[in-house]
């Protein structure tokens, strides 16, 4: 049986944003280890740095270092300072999950062949999955848009994960979203919202969290502001 796996491409572009990206992979940040936290931290240590350093702080310092000896700092103000890509796994894959991200890493190395600043495997949320830190950094330049590309290249860079890793471990390439109508979004709204009214324990379920904090990360202000808070310039700096 194949199960579908997942890849997505984040654009860094702020300051600071490798420094929280990286203690967020690293497990430093002391706010995620809350009772309400989406990770378990009885896990945590199952976790694994494949590539990097340990610390969020030297990885940040490698990055400059990296940039510094290429002769790019400083950056204009809105370069993009890093790439994320995370890659996930189904709970139910039944695979050497290491070989598997191990695999994962290797390919990144050789599509991009650009600075890899950080691998870390996460194994305490409710998916096995891995975050990358790469540094768009080639021929001497910070090219992180020509890297990352529109639509169509993101597309080319999934297409090739799927050929070149997932179908070697038996995966199946995620279909395509399907483009829903306004009406049959509303529809489905009031299905999944009826369906947390009449059975409240569902949303303990690992996998109801995991996509309702992927939705909240792709739009946490109005959330928050349906709660009577806001995102404020504390937030926005590391702890």
Known sequence: MTYS?????KRLSQKN???IAAKHNLRELQSERGSGSHIDPTRTAQNKILCGKNTAKSVSEDAK???QEAGVLPLRKNAMRAIEIVISLPIKAEI???QYFDDCL???KDFFNIPVLSAVVHLDESKPHMHLLLLPLKNRKMQGDRIVGDRRRIRGIQESFYQ???QAHGFSQ???TRLLNLATRKKSADLFYNAMVDRPELLLSPKVQAVLMDLYIKNPEQLLASIGKEITASLEKPP
């Open 17 to 19: 944003h490798i420094a």
């Open 96 to 98: 050497n999950q290491f």
């Open 65 to 67: 270092y990296i940039m």
């Open 174 to 176: 995620p279909r395509k």
């Open 106 to 108: 290797q390919w990144v």
């Open 164 to 166: 070149l890793v997932g």
């Open 5 to 9: 796996q997942f890849l997505r491409i």
